[in-house]
């Protein structure tokens, strides 16, 4: 087992977002995937959790899975949202025992036709559920950040002074994707000048299909830019080269996330290993297809 924070300080390395499955075939296409994650040697995989609440039990199965049988450490997200303190508080010893050591605490978001007070759930904010992991194991606790502010917040400077509270209580966090490599250093500046310096690993979601951009911009809260509509757009119809842009597109700003000092980049992988594949093979995170190790090699997962 293995606690994230202490991966943190070492070389940059990948890590991936994973959803637990919602049917049959789309559990069977996971395993498929999963048995690609050998060949990415991520840091961590995070498993996402349905504040909606259909999908609760997979992500507890699916981190005990890869934790046990696949070898990879995983970090559990958990939302406040439609949760009592006591319901939390059970969620958090079945990993605890059974040995899971990394929790990502969230609020989430309660389903939008029922934002009644049970949905939203006892506990208020993220920075609660990080009180309580702790207060129920030595869990490693990271957070969310979100580079260009959270759609709920009044404004850029309530929300950062909101999660560098919460980051002050937390070991690390994790971004929405971002678009460019400024929007990252901007946050990590600020949160600098609130006096925090914990690690700050940005998330990075390859565009695969123009679907993409629609989730993109329904998961953010913000439009997707212009630039990279019009960059997608110019690769036509043909879902090869819109993978071949997008691929493009997510190296180009890795690599100036690297350049700027990122821990570790964490990729949005609906599930679909390829395009990360790509992206890590092409920074020397990874080895290319046919290749030998990653040029910096990732250690052991344990
Ligand atoms: C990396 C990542 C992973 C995610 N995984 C999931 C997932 O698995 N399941 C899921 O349902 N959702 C997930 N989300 C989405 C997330 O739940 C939503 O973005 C949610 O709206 C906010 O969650 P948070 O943890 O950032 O909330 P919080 O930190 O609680 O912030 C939410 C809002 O409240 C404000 N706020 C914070 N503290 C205070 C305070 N003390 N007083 C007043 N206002 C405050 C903030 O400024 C912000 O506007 C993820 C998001 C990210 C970035």
Known sequence: MTRICDLLSGPPRVSVELWPPRTEQAARRLEASLDRLVELQPAFASITYGAA????????????????????????????????????????????????ENILALRGDPPLDAPDAATRGELAHAIDLVDLARSVGPFCVAVAAHPLGHPEAPDLVTDRRHLAEKLRVADFAITQFVYGAEDYLRLVDELSDLGIDKPVVPG????????????????????????????????????????????????????????????????????????????????????????????????PPH
């Open 204 to 299: 990075v979601m390859p565009v695969t299909s123009p679907r993409t951009l629609e989730r993109m911009a329904a998961l953010s809260g913000h439009h997707v830019p212009t630039w990279l509509a019009r960059r997608i757009s110019a690769a036509g119809d043909d879902p090869s080269a819109v993978q071949r842009a997008g691929v493009e597109i997510a190296t180009q700003l890795c690599e100036e996330l690297l350049a700027s000092g990122a821990p570790g980049l964490h990729f949005y992988t609906m599930n679909q290993f390829a395009a990360t594949l790509e992206v890590a093979a092409a920074l020397g995170l990874a080895p290319r297809a046919g290749d030998g190790r990653a040029r910096q090699p990732a250690e």
């Open 53 to 100: 609440g259909s999908t609760r039990a997979r992500t507890h199965e699916l981190v005990v899975e890869l934790e046990h049988d696949r070898h990879t450490t995983a970090m559990a997200h958990l939302t406040c949202a439609s949760h009592s303190r006591v319901e939390l508080v059970e969620i958090l010893r079945r990993y605890r025992n059974a040995g899971v």
